[in-house]
């Protein structure tokens, strides 16, 4: 296998692949989910939360990994909400120093959300979480904003 670099370029690929197709919405978000936490060893969760309408709250969509509890997060509460609110990737590094943090497990040790744009406005969220303590580079920051990027078109 090449390196990071590379194994994120193919999976760009395939993720193109995937929302180019007919399937309805919630199939191609569950195997861009489905690729990513199986291709990537430190992605255990990988979600999708929707924005609600009102724009007070992220919904849970759908995702991969074990069972939460956190279906429904309000604009500023946890990791996701933060998000919501800034327009920007958050990395944790370490979530038990992150005050503001909603836990899904005690496996979890570190997070990233991206958000999605449509028109410049936030409409969902990407949300990984690894078992591992500082797992995420800026590589996949970048890679990951890109996965968000063709998601959004999905829109
Ligand atoms: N940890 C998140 C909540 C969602 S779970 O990771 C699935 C947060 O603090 O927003």
Not at 135 to 150: A, G, H, Q, S, Y
Request: aromatic share 10%; net charge negative; with cysteine.
């Amino acid at each position: 296998m090449g390196n990071k670099q590379e194994k994120f370029q193919k999976l760009l690929s395939k993720i193109s692949e995937i929302i180019n197709t007919n399937n309805k919405r919630i199939y191609k978000l569950l195997s861009i989910c489905n690729l990513l936490h199986d291709s990537v060893d430190y992605y255990d969760w990988v979600g999708f939360y929707l924005l609600s309408e009102d724009k007070k709250g992220l919904n849970l969509e759908l995702y991969t990994g074990e069972p939460t509890e956190h279906l429904n997060i309000p604009v500023g509460k946890g990791i996701c909400g933060q998000v919501a609110e800034s327009g920007k990737t958050l990395i944790i590094q370490d979530v038990t120093k992150e005050d503001n943090y909603l836990s899904c497990s005690i496996n979890v040790k570190s997070e990233i959300v991206v958000p999605i744009f449509k028109n410049k406005e936030i409409i969902a969220e990407l949300d990984i979480d690894s078992h591992a303590y500082s797992p995420f580079t800026e590589k996949d920051e970048i890679f990951l904003e890109k996965v968000c990027r063709i998601v959004a078109r999905t829109f």
